[in-house]
Every structure is written in C-alpha cells, then in structure tokens.
C-alpha cells in the first residue's frame, strides 16, 4: 500500500476507484462468484482438503519459524500482521464494490472474524498484551469455529471459498504463533479479561442489528448448522454459551500460563 501511494503516486480518484472496482470484479469473475459458482457444502471433499491444507500451513510454518532466531521472528510476526492489515481492507473494499449480491447493511466490517483481524495485527506488529490475549483466547474459542461450521455459500473455486478459508486459517496460524514463536505468555486471568472483551462486542453489536436489521455476531439468530443451535433461541444462547466458554477459556489458558519455577 505504501509503494502504490508513494512510489507510483496513485491517488484516490473516482477514475481510479471505478478502475480498482472493475479489477475486482473482474478477479471475481474469473474464480467463479454468485449464481456460476457451485454451492458450499459442509464436510465435502473441498471442504475436508482446506482444512487439512490449512492444518499443514500452521503446522509447517510454526515449526519453520521456531527454526529462526528471535530476531527472524518478529520480522515474519509483523509481516504476518501487515498481511493481516492488507486482507482486512481488501476485504473491505471488495465488499463495498461488490453491491451486486448483498445489501449495504451487510458488507460493514463488524463481522467478529474482520475485527479479530485487526486484533491480530496490534498482537503481531506492537506485541501489545491485551491485543496477545484477544488475538489468543478470542480466535481458538470463537474464530476457529468458521473453519469447522463455515458460513459460506460459494463452493470451490469460488473467490469467496479461497478468502474465507485464507482468512481464518491465517487467524488461527497468527493466534498459536504468538505463544508457540514469540513466546508470548497469558497473565493471570488474562483469559476473562478476553471474555469480557469479546462479551462487550456482543452487548455494543446488538443494537447495531436492531438498528441496520443486520445479523454481525450472529445475536439475532444462529446460522443453520453452527453450534449455536444446541445452546438454545437467540439471543439466550449467549448467556448459555459463557459456561462452555469459561471452562474453554480457562483450559487454554493453563497452556500458555506463566509457569512457576
């Protein structure tokens, strides 16, 4: 982003949105989106085959870096961050030029998935601990749960299919590179601190859905297939649903803990 504004002097015109715009739609196009693409299905075989690339990405980048000295380290945990910061505005952009298949309402970045990006990227390029907590505890008890219940409509080889699945298998890479790479340690109920924040998410997220008739955090009403479904109706299954999470929560953060010597 800084070599397209700086070195080729690109700046932000409607000629050159409307460009920008017609790249997209054209990528779009070529991997197949909306009614030419085939539809998502749940534990098919492409389904089966991302999650395992995903696993191997993780697990062969995890053990590559853990190779490096810490120096190395903190250079791929920012260059990671960067990567997360680009997706989340091409992400974002895409879906604002994209107003052919959704409404407005639905194409804002409020997705819990969108903000744990950013999240991700304040852990990974400033190290900050809060953000090392959100990033940790937040993608493997909240996140994580895209890749084994995806929201998705668009199958392989769709454009939609390969972000949805390069997004969330970068969180969850990002999210276990902080402890097993960088070291990163949880402080002492660092884990409902995280809770408390992502709860808060939730009680400032609902009355934006009554507001847009939107369904970010999915407070409204749980997507077919998830397991919000067997934690009863909307939105009572949140408060059902911080048991569970407690006792997940607190697991996690027995692995990463300060352990005494």
Known sequence: IP??????RWRLSAPNFMRARNLLLLVDGFFMT???APLFVRWSLPHWAALGIVALAAGGLLWGCRRLRMESRLLVGKILGGVFLLTFLMETFGRIVREHWEPWQDRLP????????LVCFIALWFR?????????????????????????HDGFPSAAFFAFFVGHGLLLISALYLPAVL????????DMRALGLCDAYLVLIIPVNIWLDTNYGFTRYAPAGTVLEYFGSAPWYLLTLQIPALVLLRLLYLTVRVRKK
């Not at 070599?3 to 080729?8: D, E, G, N, P, S």
């Not at 409020?110 to 990006?117: G, R, T, V, Y």
């Not at 070291?183 to 002492?188: E, G, L, V």
């Open 128 to 152: 900050t601990p809060w953000a090392c907590a959100v990033a940790y505890f937040g993608v493997l008890t909240a996140s994580v749960q895209g890749l084994i219940t995806p929201m998705l």
């Open 183 to 190: 070291q990163w340690r949880a402080r002492p109920w660092d």
């Open 34 to 36: 909306g009614e030419m």
């Open 3 to 8: 070599y397209v504004f700086c070195v080729l």
């Open 110 to 117: 409020l997705h819990f998935c969108s903000l744990m990006a």
